[in-house]
């Protein structure tokens, strides 16, 4: 494999920087979603954990590695994910965190934000904007900006699901994955391509919201003027030329997802697996739901990335009838 700018040796260690309450989450087969699903499924659960997110594995090596150099202080723009799990890992470290977000969050995301001590600055725009607006933060107050996905340790921190996956050793020759800014993508690709080479590794993204889906087909970066999508989590328009070029070398497919599709998936993982989860976290399932013949016989793993959604847009979305399901 052509070296990406990840590391495995890298990975493998941060498994002993990151707290342990981040790892070694819940991988299991979920029979119940399989005969909807014309596949088996099995579940990578990334939401048990104190920030219901991967995110918290990559913020706990910047964290540890800005309090191991004495640093006080980081900035990150976040659709919210990020931002929680940054505010956790600096908690715990004595750092000072700054959260920059579109005041159009998932306003679940923010109130947790804000309850785990870090400072939230809100901006009038999207996500690209409050990515703007905290590297400007940075270079005035003189402290660290951290970037996702740009940043290797959010790379190397999402990559250990990957270890995880490798090490359980299940029969699965397929990972689907949700694709935004790309560490969780590039991470866990990363590993699957270096330790099992043989599992396809297709990435998964709205069609509202295709900016890097289009970059990895066209080989090159591809902006898009607007994000429309309930999939807050990668409603990115901007790739990071560095993270595509890693996810060139990892991905084998790029899809996107219709918002229906997304609906459908959101549903079937509460209604066959008990999982409430944010649209992002269902979009494997979606993938699976729109074009069930490419995955058929298949043993598929899906990453429930997760779980931090508005109550209230929860019910909106999942709440109507929908085939097979109960009124």
Same mark, same amino acid.
């Given at each position: 494999?052509?070296?990406?700018?990840?590391?495995?040796?890298?990975?493998?260690?941060?498994?002993?920087?990151?707290?342990?309450?981040?790892?070694?989450?819940?991988?299991?087969?979920?029979?119940?979603?399989?005969?909807?699903?014309?596949?088996?499924?099995?579940?990578?659960?990334?939401?048990?954990?104190?920030?219901?997110?991967?995110?918290?594995?990559?913020?706990?090596?910047?964290?540890?590695?800005?309090?191991?150099?004495?640093?006080?202080?980081?900035?990150?723009?976040?659709?919210?994910?990020?931002?929680?799990?940054?505010?956790?890992? +600096? &908690?715990?470290?004595?750092?000072? %965190?700054?959260?920059?977000?579109?005041?159009? /969050?998932?306003? $679940?995301? #923010?109130? !947790?934000?804000?309850?785990?001590?870090?400072?939230?600055?809100?901006?009038?725009?999207?996500?690209?904007?409050?990515?703007?607006?905290?590297?400007?933060?940075?270079?005035?107050?003189?402290?660290?900006?951290?970037?996702?996905?740009?940043?290797?340790?959010?790379?190397?921190?999402?990559?250990?699901?990957?270890?995880?996956?490798?090490?359980?050793?299940?029969?699965?020759?397929?990972?689907?994955?949700?694709?935004?800014?790309?560490?969780?993508?590039?991470?866990?690709?990363?590993?699957?391509?270096?330790?099992?080479?043989?599992?396809?590794?297709?990435?998964?993204?709205?069609?509202?919201?295709?900016?890097?889906?289009?970059?990895?087909?066209?080989?090159?970066?591809?902006?898009?003027?607007?994000?429309?999508?309930?999939?807050?989590?990668?409603? +990115? &328009?901007?790739?990071?030329?560095? %993270?595509?070029?890693?996810?060139?070398?990892? /991905?084998?497919? $790029?899809? #996107?997802? !219709?918002?229906?599709?997304?609906?459908?998936?959101?549903?079937?993982?509460?209604?066959?697996?008990?999982?409430?989860?944010?649209?992002?976290?269902?979009?494997?399932?979606?993938?699976?739901?729109?074009?069930?013949?490419?995955?058929?016989?298949?043993?598929?793993?899906?990453?429930?990335?997760?779980?931090?959604?508005?109550?209230?847009?929860?019910?909106?979305?999942?709440?109507?009838?929908?085939?097979?399901?109960?009124?």
């Amino acid at each position: 494999m052509q070296q990406t700018r990840l590391d495995t040796g890298r990975i493998r260690a941060a498994r002993r920087v990151i707290d342990p309450v981040f790892l070694d989450t819940p991988l299991y087969r979920c029979e119940a979603l399989e005969a909807g699903l014309g596949c088996a499924v099995s579940v990578k659960l990334e939401t048990a954990n104190p920030v219901r997110s991967f995110k918290g594995r990559g913020t706990e090596l910047v964290a540890g590695l800005l309090a191991g150099s004495g640093s006080q202080a980081v900035v990150c723009a976040s659709a919210g994910n990020l931002g929680q799990a940054l505010a956790w890992s +600096g &908690r715990g470290r004595g750092l000072d %965190v700054t959260v920059v977000a579109s005041r159009f /969050a998932t306003a $679940a995301k #923010l109130d !947790r934000i804000r309850a785990l001590g870090a400072t939230l600055e809100l901006v009038d725009g999207d996500h690209e904007l409050a990515r703007e607006r905290a590297a400007m933060i940075a270079h005035y107050d003189g402290i660290r900006l951290l970037e996702d996905s740009l940043d290797i340790e959010t790379c190397e921190g999402a990559a250990t699901i990957g270890l995880e996956l490798v090490d359980a050793a299940p029969s699965f020759d397929t990972v689907l994955i949700a694709l935004g800014g790309g560490a969780l993508a590039t991470g866990i690709g990363h590993v699957l391509k270096a330790m099992a080479p043989e599992v396809e590794v297709i990435c998964v993204q709205p069609l509202g919201a295709p900016a890097m889906t289009l970059s990895w087909r066209e080989r090159r970066v591809v902006t898009t003027d607007s994000a429309d999508t309930i999939a807050d989590g990668v409603a +990115g &328009r901007r790739p990071i030329p560095a %993270v595509l070029d890693d996810l060139l070398l990892v /991905a084998d497919d $790029a899809v #996107l997802v !219709r918002e229906a599709s997304i609906i459908a998936g959101m549903r079937m993982l509460l209604d066959h697996a008990g999982l409430v989860v944010e649209p992002s976290a269902a979009l494997g399932i979606a993938a699976i739901l729109e074009d069930r013949d490419r995955f058929a016989g298949r043993h598929v793993v899906t990453i429930v990335c997760g779980s931090n959604v508005d109550v209230d847009a929860y019910h909106r979305w999942v709440g109507g009838t929908a085939p097979g399901r109960r009124s």
